[in-house]
């Protein structure tokens, strides 16, 4: 069975025309005028974009004495209801677990998706068997993304030593390294002395993850990547001092990749004074939100360049989840949600403001990241042999965001009473309609695991450090004045 979009506009990453799509077998079998097929989609009035890919995602992930709310059944029903067709959701070991183990038990919970998925590999410890395992992992698993934890000390961290290991094995295999970059050492510190002076609210939280923690860590993560010759992608870029590390890195020719979240361009650090408990601990996560300034400087690096991708990190909990830090903001567990409301809030704050273009907001909520994790045309891109998970999107259709009218398992949204303008009218996930306007017509199991093979064209460290494992034997002649 054939279906044709007709009478919209196709908006890619660098393009933008009027012409039909017809798919069939799940892939995009032509673009051209007057297509005709066995269903038709109107796109009237409509862009015909590659669906969303969210590269960070929380899916009923164990963290923090709990499990984050959505599963990835609720989770991927949110995405294909805002416009994301694709997410890719951290496997995290235990300190000490294998990480094949560990990836059969994502295995397990993704079968209920909806949509296509993917995994990043965390690396919370460091041994033979993981350095072993990381090969098994690029080369059979299809996963060619390896995440750190610079932060949560004591739990998921790993120190220098590990990260420059794990980062020069990433070198070797061909795969990225990605960085939740915080100083967890001086996070830690900050927490126990702000306790300790009696400060146990949610907004005690943000105080002890201030900017210059995670710009420290940003700086770190980046030189550390240069010696070990691997480009690296540092998540939840929040501030200006991690997009100035960034920016320069980039600037001397380094790979370096910076995500900034939905939630941190749109939403500031006011939010943590509210004088309602429940309202500021559902906004704790990490790094925090940030003042104006910072906003201001991720919203310029989507459109230089300079950052190059728009992520949700959701990781959604319920109010009585939250309220496990009530007395104690260290116990609140880290997270919030937003794979629904990343592409209407990013159209709306980015497009409808004049701050981004419609490519450059395809290009930073889709194609950039194909690009990035290697799966580019399959995903990320409207052409003829791609996958059909396409978006068509209504830039009239207004909603007012809601708790009550979301697809997330929670009970409250970030953005509550939020006006939106820019919905999906179509989402399509490989060729099937799982979205119509208001009607949700997932097909739970639907999803597949999409393989990500080892980028070969790794970057060459600009470091005068060249030639990290065989170091050159300093030869001398002459014999040292007397003396010395
Ligand atoms: N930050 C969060 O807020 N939640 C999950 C993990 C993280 O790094
Ligand atoms: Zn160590
Ligand atoms: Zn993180
Ligand atoms: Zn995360």
Redesign the pocket.
């Known amino acids: 069975m054939t279906t044709v979009i007709k009478n919209g506009t196709i908006v890619t990453a660098d393009l933008t025309y009027k012409a039909d799509v017809k798919i069939d077998g799940g892939k995009i079998i032509e673009i051209g005028q007057n297509l005709s097929g066995d269903e038709t989609l109107d796109a009237s009035g409509c862009y015909i974009m590659p669906g969303g890919i969210d590269p960070h995602t ?1 899916l009923e992930m164990p ?1 923090m004495g709990t499990y984050s709310s959505d599963d990835f059944e609720s989770g991927t029903r949110a995405a294909l209801s805002g416009g994301t067709t694709m997410v890719v959701d951290f496997a995290l070991p235990a300190p000490g677990q294998s990480l094949i183990e560990a990836l059969t038990m994502w295995d397990n919970k993704s079968t209920r998706a909806n949509c296509d998925y993917s995994f990043h590999m965390a690396v919370t410890w460091w041994s033979e068997q993981v350095f072993k395992e990381m090969e098994t992992i690029v080369r059979d698993k299809g996963i060619n993304t390896f995440k750190h934890f610079m932060a949560y000390k004591g739990a998921l961290m790993v120190d220098d030593d590990e990260m420059f290991a794990s980062f020069q094995r990433c070198a070797e295999l061909g795969a990225l390294p990605l960085v ?1 970059a915080e100083n967890g050492d001086v996070v830690a510190s900050m927490s126990a002395k702000l306790l300790a002076e009696g400060n146990n609210g949610p907004e005690a939280h943000a105080y002890s993850r201030p900017a210059e923690v995670e710009g420290e860590a940003t700086n770190r993560a980046i030189m550390i990547a240069d010696m070990a010759g691997c480009p690296v992608y540092i998540v ?1 870029t929040s501030c200006e001092q991690a997009h100035e590390a960034i920016r320069r890195a980039r600037a001397k020719g380094m790979r370096v990749y910076g995500e900034p979240l939905i939630q941190h361009l749109t939403l500031d650090e006011s939010e943590y004074s509210n004088p309602d408990w429940d309202h500021a601990a559902r906004r704790v ?2 790094p925090p939100f940030r003042n104006k300034q910072h906003q201001d400087s991720l919203w310029a690096g989507l459109a230089s360049g300079s950052l190059q991708v728009v992520a949700t ?1 959701h ?1 959604a909990f319920t109010t009585a989840q939250k309220r496990f830090g009530v007395g104690d903001f260290t116990k609140i567990p ?3 949600g937003g794979l629904e409301d990343r592409m209407p809030m990013l159209w709306t704050h980015g497009v409808n403001t004049g701050r981004l273009t419609m490519n450059e907001f395809v290009a930073v909520t889709s194609t950039n990241i194909a690009k990035i994790l290697n799966i580019y045309p399959k995903k990320g891109a409207i052409l003829v042999g791609a996958d059909a998970d396409i978006v068509v999107w209504d830039p009239q259709r207004s909603k007012t965001i809601s708790s009550k009218a979301q697809q997330s398992a929670i009970d409250y949204n970030v953005f509550e009473g939020k006006e939106v303008t820019g919905l999906p009218r179509y989402t399509l996930t490989r060729g099937v309609v799982a979205i119509e306007e208001n009607t949700i017509k997932t097909r739970e199991g639907h999803g597949e695991f999409v393989r990500r093979e080892p980028v070969t064209a790794v970057s060459k460290a600009l470091s005068q450090w060249k030639d990290i494992t065989a170091p050159r034997k300093v030869t001398r002649s002459g014999i040292p004045p007397s003396g010395v």
């Open positions: 929380h963290f939740h939840h996560m990490s990190d990781c880290n997270g919030t």
